[in-house]
């Protein structure tokens, strides 16, 4: 019997090794996106070459993506189900706190279409937004 993480991988055709399954479980219980240091202090004592290259595989696969929020080490969450190898279909805010130092994703919240000039071509669309999240606030 598979459990909901495991089903997660190999839905997205990864192979779930321990390490994998212990990123993801670790990945889908926050409610912020996690640095690769955030990662390994939660899964110490793991080594953070695996970390890392189990995230560019999960990145690869469309099972996560990674936020650069100018903090300059990239964040990364767990993306919505139609994200696959071809890119990531959740094109969605974020939202950076000046004051916890959290990245949050806000997928209900949609980026707008850009419409580009003539042959001009879009690979990413990326949008933060900082200020004071809700727990910061009260």
Do not use: W
Request: net charge negative; proline share 4%; with cysteine.
């Amino acid at each position: 019997m598979t459990t909901g993480i495991e089903q997660k991988l190999i839905n997205k055709k990864i192979n779930p090794t321990a390490m994998r399954l212990l990123v993801l479980d670790f990945m889908v219980q926050q409610s912020a996106a996690l640095s690769l240091s955030d990662i390994e202090k939660g899964l110490s004592p793991a080594d953070r070459i695996t970390i890392y290259r189990t995230l560019k595989t999960f990145e690869e696969h469309g099972l996560i993506h990674s936020i650069e929020d100018g903090t300059g080490a990239p964040k990364f969450a767990v993306c919505a189900n139609d994200c696959d190898t071809e890119g990531h279909h959740d094109l969605h805010l974020h939202f950076y706190c000046n004051k916890c130092n959290e990245t949050y994703c806000l997928p209900t919240t949609k980026i707008p279409k850009v419409i580009l000039p003539e042959k001009f071509i879009i690979k990413e669309v990326s949008l933060i937004v900082k200020g004071i999240c809700d727990k910061c606030s009260e």
